[in-house]
């Protein structure tokens, strides 16, 4: 038997066209266009690429794009300084600083001077404890799209015993909250874990994302499973680039009962949801 395929990309072209819906009908009832402020320091080549999509994307479906491009080298003081002018910028309803941020800086500091009820990608502390607490939080947006296809697939998530294979802010820590608050029973495990094949062995819904290519076998895999698979990892293959998971997708697929493929599972949800947050801060920022 070989599992469903998950197919992200199609799910979030529905997600986009959605909130390009929203976004007609904003301009129409109120003039008012979405504005979201992309922060992106030094020249980091997959960054680069990130941001040219989310800005590409993000005028597709009718909301403002302001790009700030700075010298590897630009200060602290700098950054926060431009910081401080989107948050007082009424056009600007969503900021993202695209990390990682060069070494110099201190990425805490950073996104925790933009102002939470801007902050789309939830990495500010506020919106961290506001989600660990089940209050109205901005929810980082590669874990809000996970949650979507699972909610998607599933129905309801309650019950099921959820394995979250990773720990950062980012990714891991926030999926593990979001999943249980959908009353999963939830295990984080990361690269210290004793008998990672047998924790993975008891998920219902296992969700990798570890950075690491192929980590995951298929028989780490329950039959029947649902496997979520964050990592793009670019590998060599027979000569040639390649993007591959942290789970080993042709061995996987024939366990699970439904995965995710890479590409075209978890990555374009992500930029899907940041279109979302940015037209929920615009709504919460004119009532
Ligand atoms: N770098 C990799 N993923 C992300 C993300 O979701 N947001 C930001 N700001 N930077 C990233």
Redo the contacts with the bound molecule.
Sequence with gaps: MSAKIIDGKAFAARVRAEVATHVARLQETQGLTPGLAVVLVGEDPA?QV?VKNKGIQTREVGMNSYEHKLSADTSEADLLALIARLNADPAVHGI?????LPKHLDADLVINAIDPAKDV?G?HISNVGLLGTGQKAMV???PLGCLMMLRDHHGSLAGLTAVVVGRSN?VGKPMAQLLLADSCTVTIAHSRTKDLAEVCRRADILVAAVGRPEMIPGDWVKPGATVIDVGINRIERDGKGKLVGDVHFDSAVQVAGAITPVPGGVGPM?IAC?LANTLTACCRAHG
């Design positions: 960054s990130y993202l600083v695209q990390l990682p990608d990495f980082p947006c590669t980012i992500t940041l």
